[in-house]
């Protein structure tokens, strides 16, 4: 099974790129957010309502790329038998500088069709995704966000 992957290519630099990923979470993924994420052994918590979860970071190279390692996960679905899957999954993030920008590769090893939360988590990325890039080219990303609750891919 492929793991889940994705690549956006943006006018940004690399180092813009890069300081989406580890000063600016909040601003593309949810803004239930806390903790760090801007160098090698960082950690984070990140929450979707009661759905938690907790990152370290495992490799972070200015401009070139960033590891995330799940430490904790709780997804808040009752449909799920298992919701911690995302323990153990890794988020790596390659950015390579272009002649016209840079281009994002995000490759989520362990989040494959093998596991249960599949179907729910590729359009929850594709969502995330979809906000880095508007993040990364307008300044305002899609990001969950506490107060309201809920994400528009979620009522579709």
């Given at each position: 099974?492929?793991?889940?992957?994705?690549?956006?290519?943006?006018?940004?630099?690399?180092?813009?790129?890069?300081?989406?990923?580890?000063?600016?979470?909040?601003?593309?993924?949810?803004?239930?957010?806390?903790g760090a994420a801007a160098q090698n052994g960082d950690q984070y918590n990140i929450a979707f309502g009661?759905?938690?979860?907790?990152?370290?970071?495992?490799d972070a190279i200015p401009g070139q790329q960033v590891v995330w390692v799940c430490l904790k996960a709780y997804i808040d679905m009752d449909t799920l038998k298992k919701k911690d899957e995302w323990v153990g999954t890794r988020i790596?993030?390659?950015?390579?500088?272009?002649?016209?920008?840079?281009?994002?590769?995000?490759l989520h090893e362990g989040l494959n069709q093998t596991i249960e939360c599949y179907d729910v988590c590729e359009p929850g990325w594709n969502y995330f995704i979809q906000s880095l890039y508007t993040f990364l080219a307008t300044g305002t990303g899609t990001p969950y966000l506490k107060k309201e609750g809920t994400l528009e891919w979620e009522n579709k």
């Open positions: 099974m492929n793991d889940y992957k994705k690549s956006i290519s943006v006018n940004n630099s690399a180092d813009e790129v890069y300081k989406a990923l580890t000063e600016h979470i909040q601003d593309w993924w949810s803004d239930d957010f806390s009661e759905t938690k979860k907790t990152f370290e970071i495992a790596i993030w390659t950015i390579a500088s272009e002649a016209t920008g840079t281009t994002l590769t995000m």
